[in-house]
């Protein structure tokens, strides 16, 4: 799911903070038909990225382990918010999505190195094989090609810049702000060096753990506080930038009117680009203060999109380009006709059976017993065919079993024909 | 011959006032410049009406209605032409260039004839009065546009709303400050044009203080201007609420200079005697 496909509220109940996604990976490979897989976690998208023989099957068990991943916290229906690619399509994505050409604001640098640490996070955790390991390395090109060969990149508008863009609205100057970073997430850091580069006077940095902001304080120049200090520094900050993992609220709205009293009623500027949301949405009620969230980010952001629609084609094509290579050399693979034409064949069994009982003896049966039987059918199918699959893993290191094994299918099915 | 003047000068305001309007809605930003250009050309013939009548007549064209219309007009042009200057502020004469064509229009409206000035008028203390109490009116009715420029980009920056209109707004925080050293100068002009308007009265009726309609409205919106300032200075009054009460103080102002005559007849104004 993407910032277009989910509202932020969806998109945060099944966010993977960046130290489980390791464990999630592990519980994600428990399901039967994934083979391979990435998880992507960022602000703006959730996407599990799997490489499996049955794309169906594949595709409702990452529904259910997303589904499960909610249910911790929220329990509602995901099936309006999350979209689902196969084959070419899922590659486009990926691809589309590496080139920054799915993101809120199309161009923006930060997306590929997420996708970079995610990727090597699933390698880490060892989820990553022969498919996956080729079709983000082959992304991360993709995504260069783009940044090269098109103007996109070069005139992205980040979600930072559209941050500083707000700034210099509500701000004369910015010469004379202080900003205060809490959180010590990447889009902070990002966006506190945005900020810096547009001139502001000084800055606060604070995280749970006093270590990770003096460590990113030096490295932006900014001051460390305690993070237990810092409601009471917040009279001090002109602008302050949400950006952690928290679960819970941070500052409320009680806290900002008082502040606001204290500030003499100066203008705050509140930024909130956590994984979760880091301030109450209710202190945009309060005069003298503007919260942004990272989706209203977007709406201010999507102007720019129409300028750049020109350049995006020409990105598209590259994009098309390199979905068509990457197909070709899957279909290359060894076993892959094999096991389609496997699947084919029992489907194709399948089929007739069915149809032959439907219009005879069981002519009778009622729509739902009909689609009954059908999963039921497709299930028993799946169910067969699992362990000679897994047997041709995609991965396989064995060549000479796996071409044994392809000899064997083909024989004994009479695939050939 | 100021007559002919004036309907010039009408009509340079109209084609500034289309100028601002076209530059609000079409990114073309020679039209920011040229805009207070045609305004600038404008008040020049503005002026040299003014002048002319003058020499003509031999009294300051500010007494009766219409001519004091067409005065106030040259004011707030005068006016923002400043703010212009140190503030590039060129969309701000988006609302003040269409204000100063239909005050000359209106000016139009109440007749064009000369008129005999009454003998009670025949003095210095009718031009440093009215131009000392304008002064003052017109600095709020630029503290109006600026509160109301305020409001709207405010209201986009809740609304998370972002139109190209919006970028040629100055941010918030510039439009507060104007709106408070407006504020600094309007208060200070408006109690000289009520001192001066008080000194008149006691030489020429013989008391200071009488009660007159005029003397209460003014009195009051002096008041309201006072505590804004006050608020402003010391109590952290900024922002939104600085902006609509400002709005609010000058709606009262202008709704009693151009109604309040007619409401509470008195002996200011017209029926001077």
């Known amino acids: 799911m993407n910032h277009r496909s989910a509202p932020i509220e969806v998109r945060e109940s099944v966010a993977f903070e960046t130290a489980y996604v390791r464990e999630a990976l592990g519980r994600l490979r428990t399901y039967p038909s994934i083979q391979e897989s990435v998880i992507l976690s960022t602000c703006n998208r959730v996407e599990v990225v799997a490489a499996a023989l049955n794309g169906v099957s594949a595709s409702e068990e990452i529904k259910a382990f997303l589904a499960e991943q909610r249910a911790r916290k929220n329990r509602h229906s995901l099936d309006d918010h999350v979209y689902i690619h196969h084959g070419p399509e899922a590659v486009r994505h990926l691809f589309r999505v590496a080139a920054s050409l799915d993101s809120m604001v199309v161009g923006e640098p930060q997306i590929l190195g997420q996708l970079k640490e995610y990727y090597n996070a699933a390698q880490a955790a060892g989820t990553v094989g022969t498919i996956l390991h080729r079709l983000f390395h082959r992304s991360f090109s993709v995504a260069k090609r783009v940044r090269n060969e098109t103007s996109i990149a070069s005139r992205a508008v980040s979600v930072s810049s559209v941050a500083v863009d707000l700034a210099k609205r509500i701000f004369d100057r910015l010469d004379d702000k202080t900003v205060m970073l809490i959180g010590a997430g990447k889009m902070g850091d990002l966006m506190a060096r945005h900020l810096q580069r547009s001139g502001v006077h000084s800055l606060m940095v604070t995280n749970r753990t006093f270590e990770r902001a003096v460590e990113l304080a030096g490295r932006i120049h900014g001051s460390p506080i305690l993070f237990e200090d810092f409601p009471r520094y917040l009279t001090l900050a002109d602008l302050v930038i949400g950006c952690t993992g928290s679960p819970e609220i941070l500052v409320d709205a009680g806290t900002v009117d008082k502040v606001l009293r204290e500030r003499k009623q100066k203008a705050m500027f509140l930024i909130d680009i956590g994984d979760r949301r880091n301030f109450d949405p209710a202190i945009n009620e309060i005069d003298n203060v503007y919260l942004y969230n990272i989706d209203d980010l977007k709406g201010v952001a999507e102007e720019n999109l129409q300028e750049r629609s020109n350049e995006a084609e020409k990105a598209e094509g590259i994009v098309q380009e390199e979905v068509h290579n990457f197909t070709r050399w899957i279909d290359s693979l060894e076993q892959v006709p094999t096991i389609t034409a496997l699947r084919q064949r029992l489907e194709e069994i399948r089929h007739r059976e069915l149809e032959r009982s439907l219009g005879g003896s069981l002519r009778d049966l009622s729509e739902k017993q009909r689609e009954a039987l059908e999963d039921m059918t497709t299930a028993m199918m799946n169910k067969i065919l699992h362990a000679p699959m897994s047997h041709l893993k995609l991965n396989s290191k064995d060549e000479d079993e796996k071409t044994l094994y392809i000899a064997a299918l083909k024989k004994l099915f009479d695939l050939e024909r | ?273």
């Open chain 2, 1 to 273: 011959m100021d007559v002919t003047l004036l309907k010039v000068t009408a009509v340079l305001y109209l084609l500034a006032s289309a100028s601002f309007i076209v530059y609000i809605f079409l990114v073309r930003d020679f039209v920011s410049s040229l805009s207070p250009i045609i305004l600038f050309a404008g008040f020049a013939v503005h002026t040299a009406a003014l002048v002319i009548h003058f020499l003509q007549t031999g009294y300051p064209g500010v007494a009766q209605f219409r001519e004091a219309l067409s005065f106030y007009a040259w004011l707030l042009v005068a006016g923002y032409l400043l703010i212009q200057l140190k503030y590039r502020l060129a969309i701000l004469g988006a609302i003040i260039a269409p204000l100063a064509f239909l005050m000359t229009l209106a000016a139009f409206a109440f007749g064009t004839g000369g008129g005999e000035l009454p003998p009670g008028l025949k003095t210095y203390w009718l031009p440093i009065h009215v131009t000392l109490a304008f002064l003052g009116n017109v600095v709020f009715a630029l503290a109006f546009g600026v509160s109301l420029m305020y409001l709207l980009q405010e209201n986009y920056l809740k609304r998370k709303k972002m139109t190209s209109v919006m970028k040629r707004f100055p941010s918030l925080e510039a439009l507060d400050k104007l709106n408070y050293v407006l504020l600094v100068w309007g208060f200070p002009l408006m109690t000289l044009g009520i001192l001066t308007g008080s000194m008149w009265a006691g030489i020429h009726w013989g008391n200071y203080w009488s009660w007159e309609p005029r003397q209460i409205s003014s009195g009051i919106a002096w008041l309201f201007y006072g505590v804004i300032l006050h608020g402003r200075i010391t109590a952290g009054l900024r922002g939104k609420k600085a902006a609509l009460l400002t709005m609010v103080g000058f709606a009262v102002v202008i709704g009693y200079f151009l109604l309040g005559d007619s409401i509470f007849p008195s002996r200011h104004g017209g029926r001077f005697e």
